[in-house]
């Protein structure tokens, strides 16, 4: 099957916004099997639309729509496909009643043109909007389907991922399903993951298996389709084993969860708490640990000891220490991982203390980092690091790779 | 001028990449008056990038093209541009020299493939690649002009600015500048900012306003064209200055910087430090601060005072406060900042506590927080907020809304 996506709106061709709305359909569609040929943006405009339509059309067995349904002059999607199709629009009730409710729970009056939103294309099969007003569509005309999803992508995910992504696979030719599993890696590079991976990803066809590098970290998704879960599962288990056997020490979690939420849920479950020294991030871990809901029950507060005077004062490095290994060091890193867990009586103590550029310190290099990681009835742990990158990258990196020793010992423990 | 940006690459059309490079051009096109029509995303294939380039010659006066340069099989823009045009590519001599002298300062030996990238199109004019080895290149054919840059944003930001942008305005029907000023906003919408100077954006042709929002933050960029930057600048004033008289309160800078780039230069210009104490932001704020280079000589450090128990032990909250105010209180507040100041012998002492949800707390609603501003010599403020969104969209603006009022009150000192 053959698919191209069409974002219409002038907003997208001003640069205003990018186009992510693509890339997570193109996800949804390769993740069913369905390879995506086209992007294509368009403004609000009916003729030039229109050709683009109808190009679609001729090319592709599925074309996508984003953007355009919405109650303004400026939304023309749904009627110039219409007009493509040769048919016309029709008030969907269900669709009505939603948007009548929407405006009466919030004591609102409404106004006409959001009656407009209520209209679909005659014939088409109608996707709900459960966050928002504009209804989705799907119809098919001359051996091309086309779906017609809402702009804001806070209404788009949950109607694909509710509604459409169904609706998709009873199009596929062969009832199957497709079930992933998520392997999320931290300290190895996307290149260098790919390396050791390459035959795998080269030679298997299903599952597939998928590198992405987002936010600094690694994940790999592992795709395959089957008859039934279960089988997709057995398809997955050799090749998830195999993985593991290569890389199983940089493989942190799998599913959906990144570094600092694993940990934190970590945390709950056992009934441990966390505190953090922080020099040269700054603050980057405590804020990704307590950017996670809940966090209020396992953190329990940290200094951010930037200057040479807070680490001692708050934190007992001895002057001599400062001055002979430095604050860039082992001893310190060491030091501040165990006074922080003392102070705040914390199951954890996590230190980081570094060069983040972007000139070095102490006759120090850019990138080096010492990270400390202290737990209760364990001998503490330092780790020295050699990050690349500038400031902004070493910082969030050396905050990633906190947490992710920080995990490592709680296995351990 | 009618324009279109073409990116061609596989990788987007499986959605492991947005097409950010898109939305850059446009920006920049948008800025010296050219109109972008379309946005296409095609993959590395010889037949459908052909397709694509011949739709695109026959209904545009500007073809931007992006990615497809590289040194691999799958790299087929320039060759698939030459075979439409009907001329072939030839080795331009300073991109060879510069690709080897690449790999001669790493000490690594050059693979054959890398020599494809120093091919151009015949007779086309070259720009520079000042951060990678593939040029880009500019090349007009049957009233059309194509231009072929690189994928990586990192390779074609650069390019764009110093030699793309200067060959473009040279294509313009009149020889002018754009000219803009970029107004930063704070404690504003982006709607609300909108309906404030709708008449002004309706109106106005030269200068054009256009707001953005971006990480919480609206920017106003008002850009002009004329002759000269001089003349571009005296249209700009009056409506700057209008914007001003109805908007100033919100104004943070005029320029490139955020918030905290803003305050961190501010603080070494005037010699002064800084020290915070935070709750609900848990270290948002002293990571922005000490993101930006060179925040060591201003940041002192800082506490984040997660649990009512460091509030009270490092921070000196008295434990009746927080019985009977509460740790989300205008007196909590005020006590951490000043308490977290005078600890630290800063300048200004900043703190944040309040609500970041999902849950209430204290019996106080998601989204109350108060922020404290305590500086030297000066009496301290607290404000109150009632922040909307979800827990991240609480914490990263109530962390924006801190420096701002730290910015608010350091103008004032």
Same mark, same amino acid.
């Given at each position: 099957?053959? #698919? /191209?996506? =069409?974002? *219409? $709106?002038? @907003?997208?061709?001003?640069?205003?916004? +990018?186009?992510?709305? !693509?890339?997570?359909?193109?996800?949804?569609?390769?993740?069913?099997?369905?390879?995506?040929?086209?992007?294509?943006?368009?403004?609000?405009?009916?003729?030039?639309?229109?050709?683009?339509?109808?190009?679609?059309?001729?090319?592709?067995?599925?074309?996508?729509?984003?953007?355009?349904?919405?109650?303004?002059?400026?939304?023309?999607?749904?009627?110039?496909? #219409? /007009?493509? =199709?040769? *048919? $016309?629009? @029709?008030?969907?009730?269900?669709?009505? +009643?939603?948007?009548? !409710?929407?405006?009466?729970?919030?004591?609102?009056?409404?106004?006409?043109?959001?009656?407009?939103?209520?209209?679909?294309?005659?014939?088409?099969?109608?996707?709900?909007?459960?966050?928002?007003?504009?209804?989705?569509?799907?119809?098919?005309?001359?051996?091309?389907?086309?779906?017609?999803?809402?702009?804001?992508?806070?209404?788009?995910?949950?109607?694909?991922?509710?509604?459409?992504?169904?609706?998709?696979?009873?199009?596929?030719?062969?009832?199957?399903?497709?079930?992933?599993?998520?392997?999320?890696?931290?300290?190895?590079?996307?290149?260098?993951?790919?390396?050791?991976?390459?035959?795998?990803?080269?030679?298997?066809?299903?599952?597939?298996?998928?590198?992405?590098?987002?936010?600094?970290?690694?994940?790999?998704?592992?795709?395959?389709?089957?008859?039934?879960?279960?089988?997709?599962?057995?398809?997955?288990?050799?090749?998830?084993?195999?993985?593991?056997?290569?890389?199983?020490?940089?493989?942190?979690?799998?599913?959906?969860?990144?570094?600092?939420?694993?940990?934190?849920?970590?945390?709950?479950?056992?009934?441990?708490?966390?505190?953090?020294?922080?020099?040269?991030?700054?603050?980057?871990?405590?804020?990704?640990?307590?950017?996670?809901?809940?966090?209020?029950?396992?953190?329990?507060?940290?200094?951010?000891?930037?200057?040479?005077?807070?680490?001692?004062?708050?934190?007992?490095?001895?002057?001599?220490?400062?001055?002979?290994?430095?604050?860039?060091?082992?001893?310190?890193?060491?030091?501040?991982?165990?006074?922080?867990?003392?102070?705040?009586?914390?199951?954890?103590?996590?230190?980081?203390?570094?060069?983040?550029?972007?000139?070095?310190?102490?006759?120090?290099?850019?990138?080096?980092?010492?990270?400390?990681?202290?737990?209760?009835?364990?001998?503490?742990?330092?780790?020295?690091?050699?990050?690349?990158?500038?400031?902004?990258?070493?910082?969030?990196?050396?905050?990633?790779?906190?947490?992710?020793?920080?995990?490592?010992?709680?296995?351990?423990?």
């Amino acid at each position: 099957m053959r #698919a /191209e996506i =069409i974002a *219409v $709106g002038t @907003e997208l061709l001003l640069g205003q916004i +990018a186009n992510t709305n !693509a890339q997570y359909l193109s996800q949804k569609l390769a993740e069913v099997g369905i390879g995506v040929y086209f992007h294509t943006v368009v403004g609000d405009n009916t003729q030039r639309l229109l050709q683009t339509i109808r190009l679609a059309a001729s090319r592709s067995d599925l074309v996508v729509f984003t953007g355009g349904l919405g109650p303004t002059q400026d939304d023309l999607t749904k009627e110039t496909v #219409a /007009e493509h =199709i040769g *048919v $016309g629009l @029709e008030i969907n009730s269900p669709a009505m +009643a939603h948007i009548e !409710a929407f405006f009466e729970q919030r004591k609102m009056v409404m106004t006409e043109n959001n009656r407009k939103q209520a209209l679909v294309i005659e014939g088409s099969h109608v996707f709900t909007n459960d966050y928002g007003m504009a209804p989705g569509m799907g119809i098919a005309h001359e051996g091309t389907t086309f779906i017609l999803l809402p702009g804001p992508p806070s209404e788009l995910y949950p109607m694909v991922e509710s509604y459409v992504m169904p609706y998709l696979i009873q199009l596929l030719p062969d009832k199957q399903v497709f079930h992933s599993h998520v392997l999320r890696f931290y300290g190895i590079g996307e290149s260098a993951l790919e390396a050791q991976l390459l035959d795998l990803i080269d030679s298997q066809d299903n599952p597939t298996i998928a590198p992405y590098a987002k936010e600094f970290e690694v994940t790999l998704r592992v795709t395959a389709r089957a008859a039934t879960v279960d089988e997709a599962e057995a398809l997955i288990a050799p090749v998830e084993q195999e993985i593991h056997d290569r890389l199983g020490q940089y493989i942190y979690a799998i599913g959906e969860s990144s570094l600092h939420e694993v940990f934190v849920s970590e945390l709950k479950r056992r009934g441990e708490t966390v505190a953090c020294a922080e020099s040269c991030t700054g603050g980057s871990v405590a804020s990704l640990i307590t950017m996670v809901p809940g966090s209020s029950a396992v953190y329990n507060g940290g200094i951010v000891c930037y200057t040479n005077e807070v680490k001692h004062r708050f934190l007992d490095v001895p002057e001599s220490v400062l001055q002979t290994d430095g604050a860039v060091s082992e001893t310190t890193a060491r030091i501040l991982a165990e006074s922080i867990r003392e102070k705040l009586g914390s199951t954890y103590g996590i230190s980081v203390t570094g060069v983040a550029g972007p000139d070095p310190s102490e006759g120090k290099p850019v990138g080096l980092v010492y990270i400390g990681i202290a737990a209760e009835g364990m001998p503490t742990v330092v780790k020295e690091l050699r990050l690349a990158g500038k400031r902004h990258a070493i910082v969030k990196r050396a905050a990633k790779y906190a947490l992710f020793y920080a995990l490592q010992m709680q296995k351990e423990r």
